[in-house]
């Protein structure tokens, strides 16, 4: 990641400036090697060079967010993905990211919220919302049974 940073750095220096496939390549291999702050900036740096992201550059940042046990982080991600609109609209898989890193950090409610949030803005649950939500459902129940014994 380090060459492909230098030489992207570089290539800025000439004045040329990468795509939308380069910006979620790069953003990938960021996310993919921990290195989720070098990812944030990298999209500022678009951002500011006039290439405003959608919704894959988002959702790479948005999964490495969520990989990192961040849900919180995730949800304000989401946030802009909203406001923004256009090509950075969520879709039912952004929605379904943040459901489960909100399962699996231990907050069902927010999960549930998502979920409501995602069918008010016109998005149906796929297998995976609800294979997510049945995961949620069963560990509602687990530990129901377990304090009621």
């Avoid at 989720?36 to 967010?65: I, R």
């Avoid at 699996?104 to 919220?113: D, Q």
């Amino acid at each position: 990641m380090d060459e492909a940073d230098r030489l992207m750095r570089e290539m800025r220096g000439f004045g040329l400036y990468p795509g939308k496939i380069t910006y979620v390549a790069m953003t990938k291999g960021f996310v993919e090697g921990d290195r989720l702050e070098e990812a944030c900036g990298l999209f500022k740096v678009m951002e500011s060079h006039g290439c405003l992201p959608n919704t894959v550059m988002y959702s790479t940042l948005l999964d490495g967010v969520c990989s990192l046990g961040s849900p919180d982080k995730a949800l304000q991600l989401l946030g802009e993905m909203e406001k923004a609109g256009g090509d950075s609209k969520p879709n039912v898989i952004t929605y379904t990211s943040v459901i489960q890193s909100y399962c699996e950090n231990g907050k069902s409610l927010e999960a549930l919220s998502i979920l409501d949030r995602m069918v008010a803005n016109g998005y149906a649950p796929n297998r995976v919302t609800a294979s997510t939500l049945i995961k949620l459902i069963c560990r509602f129940v687990g530990e129901s049974f377990v304090s009621d014994t």
